[in-house]
């Protein structure tokens, strides 16, 4: 206790003094001050099909496309000091212009030095043609863009970045927040987050969603390869049509609902996987550490790993007689439905525990409780089922 105490103690006294090394323009402890606030609008033509820069220090920024034909800039400039008349003098000190270069629209700030326990942050709240590519940025604050087609990046260092109706390839990054994005449709769609959850639904066109802490949850997706990625958190996919599917947690579960495509590889270091309702080619699924339920899949291969865990699966009405299939876990029981018809090789085995059958299984070799080897029917399918310790059922 005595130990972490020290730890908060530290961060609490280095973070000030980062902060004023580095230059910044807010220093912890301005919550107490004056405070003045100024608004400032800026307006140009704009052509559809430019390029808007717009960053900010410390702010949001907001950008919206909408049927106009110009750049509408509305800054909101909040300035803080020890005394009213002095946060005055540097809130109207600081000036807003639009620059341009060739096809490119940028948004300046051009404000004062302060001195230390003195701020300034500006925010900016953007109209732009429909048909406009965005590029905005924060150092501390929130980014949202609406309605926009074009090609979109945004980046911020502590703030969320939220996204509506974007047609177009979007990159958006954020170091500390969440990153939420609804109706989008592009080419390459990159979401990432540092520390914070990634929400993404209505999602068309191949996509890359990765955080370090936090969930991941994609609904809604078709139109490509889709990649899910967390170091620490839960993920979630349903209602998924794509390509190739990689999902990949370090400490999380994985759950997929209703999802098609061609390849789906699912792993988790440490966490559950729950897949319901898939309909793909092959299925690659393992956990370091928990159980595997596989509820109606549809597959021509499928493989299930566990360190130490159950193994569920399912089989569809839909999956080929002649399925390739294997489920190994270390520690935990099995339990396999085949689809109608199953015809094929069959391996099941365990050093701790019995093995069932409910199909017809033409034994070779050596008949045991906790080995069977042989086939069904006649056809070319090959289902294997293996555990140290656990029971074995097929069905």
């Known amino acids: 206790m005595v130990k972490n105490c020290w730890i908060i103690l530290i961060?609490?006294?280095?973070?000030?003094?980062?902060?004023?090394?580095a230059g910044c323009d807010i220093q912890i402890g301005d919550w107490h001050q004056a405070k003045y606030e100024r608004t400032v609008q800026r307006q140009t033509p704009l052509a559809a099909g430019s390029t808007l820069v717009a960053e900010t220090r410390f702010g949001s920024v907001s950008v919206a496309g909408a049927d106009v034909a110009d750049c509408n800039v509305v800054a909101k400039i909040i300035a803080r000091a020890p005394t009213e008349e002095e946060a005055k003098?540097?809130?109207?000190?600081?000036?807003?212009?639009?620059?341009?270069?060739?096809?490119?629209?940028?948004?300046?700030?051009?404000?004062?030095?302060?001195?230390?326990?003195?701020?300034?942050?500006?925010?900016?709240?953007?109209?732009?043609?429909?048909q406009t590519n965005?590029?905005?940025?924060?150092?501390?604050?929130?980014?949202?863009?609406?309605?926009?087609?074009?090609?979109?990046?945004?980046?911020?260092?502590?703030?969320?970045?939220?996204?509506?109706?974007?047609?177009?390839?979007?990159?958006l990054e954020t170091a500390y927040g969440s990153v939420s994005c609804r109706h989008i449709s592009g080419d390459n769609i990159r979401l990432k987050s540092s520390s914070g959850s990634i929400t993404a639904e209505d999602i068309q066109g191949p996509a890359h969603l990765e955080t370090a802490y936090g969930s991941v949850t994609c609904t809604d997706f078709s139109g490509g390869d889709v990649t899910l990625k967390t170091s620490s958190g839960k993920i979630t996919l349903s209602r998924a049509s794509f390509g190739d599917c990689d999902a990949h947690t370090s400490y999380g579960s994985i759950t997929t609902d209703d999802v098609t495509g061609n390849l789906i590889k699912l792993h988790s270091s440490s966490g559950s996987i729950d897949v319901v309702r898939a309909s793909v080619k092959t299925a690659d699924i393992s956990t370091s550490y928990g159980r595997i339920n596989c509820q109606q899949i549809t597959a021509n291969d499928i493989a299930?790993?566990?360190?130490?865990?159950?193994?569920?699966?399912?089989?569809s009405e839909k999956s080929p007689a002649e399925i390739t299939a294997s489920a190994v876990t270390a520690y935990g029981s099995i339990e396999f439905i085949t689809p109608?018809?199953?015809?094929?090789?069959?391996?099941?085995s365990t050093s701790?525990?019995?093995?069932?059958?409910?199909?017809?299984?033409?034994?070779?070799?050596?008949?045991?409780?906790?080995?069977?080897?042989?086939?069904?029917?006649?056809g070319k399918g090959k289902l294997r089922l293996e555990t140290r310790s656990g029971s074995i059922r097929l069905k």
Do not use: W
């Not at 501390?140 to 047609?167: E, P």
């Open 89 to 130: 003098q540097i809130a109207e000190q600081v000036k807003i212009e639009l620059e341009r270069a060739g096809g490119t629209l940028k948004v300046v700030a051009e404000k004062p030095h302060v001195k230390q326990k003195r701020s300034v942050s500006i925010s900016y709240n953007i109209t732009v043609p429909r």
């Open 134 to 171: 965005v590029q905005c940025g924060s150092s501390y604050g929130a980014l949202a863009l609406t309605d926009l087609n074009g090609t979109i990046k945004g980046k911020t260092s502590s703030g969320s970045i939220k996204t509506h109706n974007i047609q177009g390839p979007v990159r």
């Open 304 to 315: 299930a790993k566990s360190g130490s865990g159950n193994i569920d699966i399912s089989c």
């Open 352 to 378: 701790y525990g019995l093995v069932r059958t409910d199909l017809p299984i033409m034994i070779t070799g050596e008949v045991s409780k906790k080995k069977l080897a042989g086939t069904v029917g006649e």
């Open 11 to 21: 961060v609490v006294l280095c973070v000030p003094a980062l902060l004023t090394v």
């Open 340 to 348: 109608p018809n199953f015809a094929g090789q069959v391996e099941l």
